[in-house]
């Protein structure tokens, strides 16, 4: 084992009392700039909010920048139906032309980002994924930000909250120049693990109902150097090596039966970026560990690292194409799958993906399959909604229950650890952090509380925004926007 630190038997010491510094008093304030905070500060300075953004980074993007999660996965309805149990490859092969079901802040973003050079445009070429440069989703976030007017500060990481009975009034942040208090009428959590609604008291689950085991981490890394057209060359002379955007099972396991490697997975994952060059490697997988846990994230980075080092080694022996390839970068930090599922007032299930269920209060639609990469084994198990169909995604789903003044977006929003494995894609984490802005904006504007900001109306700021709600605009009566919405 690695000289890490993990304490057997930890004391708890009482801490000194301490002062902060009252930062800002704000309408909305969003704490992570991943993809859902993203989403959640543009939607909340759309609907005129004062908006404040708060990131324990010195940059935006969450996994996509950090810890260089690439692409982003398809949010096009897919026209053919398969459910394969061990395949790990997240772009079908067999289907034919989508139809995108998210559009609003997500649009405009990947359109300034294919604008700038930094994204390729989803289209049947690249399965509908987006694969993109991590440099520029980073400028391009920032300047989004500044022109919808929303404030900032980065390096701060989020350690407590102040409640004034169920409601939060005021997060509290560690930094360089002391501790650090930002007041809101609404607070978004979209911090991926629930930081917020879990120092407010929220419920929560953690990991699936059997064992409470979560999906692995991975350390991803990107090859430069790399000649596509001799590995191309390659998987033409042996097709049974390689299927979509993964495979080289043979040279694994040759590899592995000379001790040359260990793989914790059945077959490497690749990805194409903007540049031809280029991949990014999904293949280092870390299990029965928590993202929540300090001392499991800290052996995790040491195992992918080391993990990591005998692919590269791997692919520059053995692989046609990567012979110069270097490893060009990893991840700031390894990749998070999964952690805190926040509960709220709806939860959705199994059954409603793969169903496509519709709900009335929809804010966001998803069309990714479920996929789990397996908590204990090797493989990844996909599963995907019927063809051309997407599910909805309820407000209430980012309402915690018990907790007033805030809402989840993101990854922590409330369903079974299954569903989790297909709404914590970046597009439908962003589209739900945008509903989430919207509602918190409207909630501060009226002095309400999100739960009692009538789902209408959220749904009709999100439409002015932009976003792509399916049908309800045809199927509301004309004066619905004014009936009391109630939570359902
Ligand atoms: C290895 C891996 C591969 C994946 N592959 C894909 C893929 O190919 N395509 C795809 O679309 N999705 C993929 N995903 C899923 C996707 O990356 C995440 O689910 C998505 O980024 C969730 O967005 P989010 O904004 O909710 O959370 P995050 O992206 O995790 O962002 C959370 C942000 O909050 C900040 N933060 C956290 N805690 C605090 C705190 N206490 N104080 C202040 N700031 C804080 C973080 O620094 C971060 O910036 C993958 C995930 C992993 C881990």
């Known amino acids: 084992m690695p000289p890490l630190l993990r304490p057997d038997h930890a004391a708890m010491l009482v801490l000194p009392p301490r002062q902060g510094t009252l930062a800002a ?40 920048t950090a810890s260089l999660v690439m692409p982003l996965m398809s949010f096009h309805t897919q026209h053919t139906h ?46 509908y994924v987006v694969p993109f440069d991590p440099e520029i989703f980073k400028l391009t976030a920032l300047e989004m930000l500044d022109e919808a007017g929303v404030e900032y500060l980065f390096h701060a990481f989020a350690s407590g909250v102040i409640k004034d009975a169920d409601a939060v009034t005021s997060v509290i ?25 879990f120092g407010a008291g929220a419920p929560y689950e953690l990991g699936r109902a059997e064992d409470g085991l979560v999906q ?18 390659f998987i033409k002379e042996h097709p049974d090596q390689w299927r979509g955007v993964h495979g080289l099972w043979k040279l694994i396991q040759e590899a592995i039966q000379s001790g040359e490697l260990k793989l914790e997975r059945d077959d490497l994952l690749f990805f194409a970026t903007p540049h031809p060059d280029e991949v990014s490697v999904n293949s280092t997988r870390v299990k029965k560990v928590s993202g929540i846990d300090v001392w499991d994230l800290s052996y995790a980075e040491w195992e992918s690292r080391r993990q990591m080092k005998q692919i590269v080694r791997f692919l520059r022996r053995h692989v046609p194409g990567f012979e110069k390839a270097y490893n060009l970068q990893s991840g700031s930090t390894i990749g998070v799958r999964e952690t805190r599922r926040i509960m709220g007032e709806y939860r959705l299930t199994a059954d409603d993906v793969l169903s496509a269920r519709k709900f009335p209060d929809v804010i966001a639609r998803c069309t990714y399959p479920l996929d789990i990469h397996d908590p204990k084994g090797t493989g990844t198990l996909l599963q995907r909604l019927p063809p051309g169909e997407s599910y909805d995604i309820p407000l209430r789903c980012l309402i915690p229950k018990g907790v007033e003044g805030l809402l989840v ?80």
């Not at 704490?31 to 993203?38: E, F, I, M």
């Not at 909340?44 to 980074?57: G, H, I, N, S, W």
């Not at 692995?216 to 060359?233: A, C, I, S, V």
């Not at 009538?454 to 509301?476: C, F, K, Y």
Request: net charge neutral; hydrophobic share 40%; with cysteine.
């Open 409 to 488: 977006a993101g990854r922590c929003i409330s369903g079974t650890h299954e569903t989790h494995s297909s709404y914590r894609v970046m597009p439908v984490a962003m589209a739900t952090g945008q509903a989430a802005g919207a509602c918190a904006a409207l909630a501060s504007r009226r002095e309400l509380q999100p739960r009692q900001v009538p789902w209408q109306e959220v749904q009709n700021e999100l439409l002015r925004q932009g976003a792509d709600l399916r049908d309800i605009r045809s199927q509301r009566m004309p004066d619905s926007s004014a009936s009391k919405g109630a939570p359902l």
């Open 173 to 197: 942040f560690e930094t360089k120049s002391g501790p650090v208090v930002i007041r809101a009428k609404v607070t978004i959590d979209a911090t991926g693990d629930g930081d917020i609604a």
């Open 82 to 127: 398969r459910e394969i149990k061990g395949d790990t490859s997240l772009v079908p092969t067999d289907h034919g032309p989508g139809d995108p079901v998210l559009a609003g802040v997500l649009a405009v973003f990947l359109k300034r980002l294919v604008e700038a050079g930094g994204a390729i445009a989803p289209t049947l070429q690249t399965g």
């Open 25 to 64: 008093t704000c309408d909305v304030l969003v704490v992570g700039g991943g993809p859902a905070g993203l989403g959640a500060a543009i939607g909340a300075a759309q609907a005129e909010a004062r908006t404040v953004l708060v990131e324990r980074y010195g940059f935006l993007g969450g996994n996509a």
């Open 216 to 233: 692995p981490m991975t350390l991803m890394f990107r090859m430069g150097d790399f000649e596509k057209e001799r590995f191309d060359h």
